[in-house]
């Protein structure tokens, strides 16, 4: 049996017309030149396998010969000759597409796998991750955060602070309330605490220890120990490294790659990362580990740990207010939280307020809003006024 075909060497660019014959079956398909009769190659039957192909015409390779070696069978009749004379093609053909189904079944299965982990699998072991993240690496995600933050934020006001002086009354008490707040807390880094000119009734912290209080959010605190609760709940996410967490459950294998590749540009943070955090919930374990970290702060301070949940009742009363209240999106008070955080505050009495008199005037005005009513001298004031 034998059939006529175009031969390529793979070599050169040269084609020959070729007489191929099967010397003997499962032996060797001699190549001849058509012209000459001369011998051009002699193919290992095992070794041959059929080519994919757009049309009818036949293509064979053989394993073992230069990759652009082929021959090519384009009259149909001789295609049919070619393939009765070598059964193996067909077999070797089939051979393939199953692998190939195989193969495409085996890459679905490895897609699913790695979406569920990305949905699933980073959510959930974020916090066991967190902590072997380097601290310095933390802070200066966060600090990228932080610039994202101030355009997305730019139509509310951004991140512009109300008292830019770091040295002012009512910088100078912030500063020293947060370093109280985290003391001995073994937080890998420095707290740093900012008032800031922003409509958005708000609260957050960000990663590697950046803490912000809106002034629309300042507008409607009335006590010092209101501010301090939420100071200190906004700082027990930082002790607790929330905001890491969080955002590694939601930028998932993008923040992974970072911190192997020491990247944190362009990969790691992808942005929209700072709105994303903005509008993303802590979990409930998150805030429940907040309001209890705001509670020890209040009682090592003595101050009121009912002031926390003193704001957000008020707010949540006040349909007008709570509307859009982005504090209350973002720290979501339930009713079973509500009702955690008053019973942290029962039993406390013959308490004195964080700052002093002075300090809260200082803090009530730095963004420019009215006077405060003095919450401090109402509960007395351990400190005195300067």
């Given amino acids: 049996m034998q059939f006529a075909a175009r031969y390529h060497d793979g070599l050169t660019a040269l084609a020959h017309n070729v007489t191929c014959r099967l010397a003997t079956p499962g032996g060797t398909l001699e190549i001849a030149d058509a012209a000459t009769g001369e011998t051009l190659a002699a193919w290992p039957v095992a070794a041959l396998s059929a080519r994919p192909t757009l049309d009818e015409e036949l293509r064979i390779a053989a394993s073992g010969q230069p990759s652009g070696a082929r021959l090519i069978v384009a009259d149909r009749g001789q ?110 880094f420095d707290i740093d605490i900012r008032v800031v000119h922003n409509t958005v009734p708000n609260a957050f912290a960000l990663p590697g220890g950046h803490v912000y209080y809106f002034s629309a959010l300042l507008a409607n605190t009335e006590t010092p120990d209101e501010f301090a609760g939420v100071l200190a709940h906004e700082i027990g996410h930082v002790a607790h490294r929330h905001a890491m967490q969080q955002l590694l459950a939601t930028a998932g294998t993008g923040l992974l790659v970072g911190f192997v590749l020491g990247d944190m540009t362009g990969i790691s943070v992808a942005a929209g990362l700072g709105s994303t955090l903005i509008d993303t919930r802590f979990s409930r374990d998150a805030e429940r580990e907040a309001d209890a970290y705001s509670s020890t702060v209040a009682t090592r301070l003595d101050f009121d740990p009912a002031g926390l949940p003193d704001l957000l009742d008020r707010v949540a009363s006040d349909d007008r207010f709570s509307s859009a209240l982005a504090l209350l999106s973002t720290h979501p008070l339930t009713a079973d939280r509500r009702a955690a955080l008053k019973r942290l505050a029962v039993d406390r009495s013959n308490l004195e307020p964080p700052f002093t008199a002075a300090e809260w005037r200082a803090i009530k005005v730095m963004c420019g809003g009215p006077p405060a009513d003095d919450g401090a001298e109402k509960h007395g004031d351990k400190n005195g006024g300067p």
């Fill in 79 to 188: 295609a049919r000759a070619a393939r009765a004379a070598l059964p193996s093609l067909t077999l070797q053909s089939r051979r393939e597409r199953g692998q190939q189904v195989r193969l495409a079944a085996l890459s679905t299965g490895a897609l699913v796998v790695v979406v569920l982990a990305y949905l699933y699998g980073v959510p959930l072991l974020a916090n066991r991750i967190v902590p072997l993240i380097p601290p310095a690496w933390e802070r200066q995600l966060g600090e990228q955060v932080v610039h994202q933050m101030e355009a997305s934020l730019a139509e509310s006001g951004g991140l512009e602070p109300c008292d830019p002086d770091e040295n002012s009354l009512a910088n100078r008490a912030i500063a020293r309330f947060g370093r109280a707040a985290i003391a001995g807390a073994g937080v890998p």
